[in-house]
């Protein structure tokens, strides 16, 4: 937050110099200690948020990755005349322990040409596949790696699937 603030102060000055640079580092702290104070934030809180920053950006980028890549997927299952499509539902459980995890997760599949996410109810995930070459692995995709990392750095788990 301290350095959003500071950017923002360089932002809305319009120029880089000096001065500006060390007003706006007393300008930033002073609405830092004013956030920690009276919004229920702490020093603590930063640091986590900054730790967790460069996951959520390679998070960001394998998100985009996928869905270019389910993109050619289904584009190619569609235009092939040998391949007929099979749907299949699959139900899984991803071991999140937050709900923003979850819906993440949710997100990044529904985002993900070919999937979505019919339930989520807790920890257990409905999923209708385009067809079931797309529901390989769901349980241990990127994704839910990529999040449980997120949600506790060094946990390595995957859920359990089972498709009907």
Not at 20 to 30: E, K, N, P, Q, R
Not at 43 to 60: D, G, K, N, S, T
Not at 94 to 108: I, V, Y
Request: glycine share 6%; charged share 20%; with cysteine.
């Amino acid at each position: 937050m301290l350095l959003l603030y500071f950017a923002l102060w360089v932002i809305f000055n319009g120029a880089v110099t000096p001065e500006i640079c060390l007003f706006g580092i007393g300008v930033a702290a002073v609405m830092f200690a004013f956030t920690c104070k009276f919004m229920d934030y702490s020093l603590a809180r930063e640091i986590q948020v900054f730790r967790r920053f460069f996951p959520l950006i390679h998070y960001i980028f394998v998100l985009v990755k996928e869905i270019i890549k389910a993109n050619f997927a289904v584009i190619h299952m569609i235009l092939s005349e040998k391949e007929e499509p099979e749907p299949a539902l699959v139900h899984f459980t991803a071991d999140m322990r937050t709900l923003t995890g979850r819906a993440l997760l949710a997100n990044a599949i529904t985002l993900t040409p070919g999937t979505i996410t019919v339930t989520l109810q807790d920890a257990d995930y409905v999923v209708h596949c385009l067809d079931e070459s797309l529901a390989e692995g769901m349980d241990h995709s990127v994704f839910v790696k990529l999040l449980e990392d997120l949600e506790q750095p060094g946990r390595k788990k995957g859920g359990k699937q089972h498709e009907q």
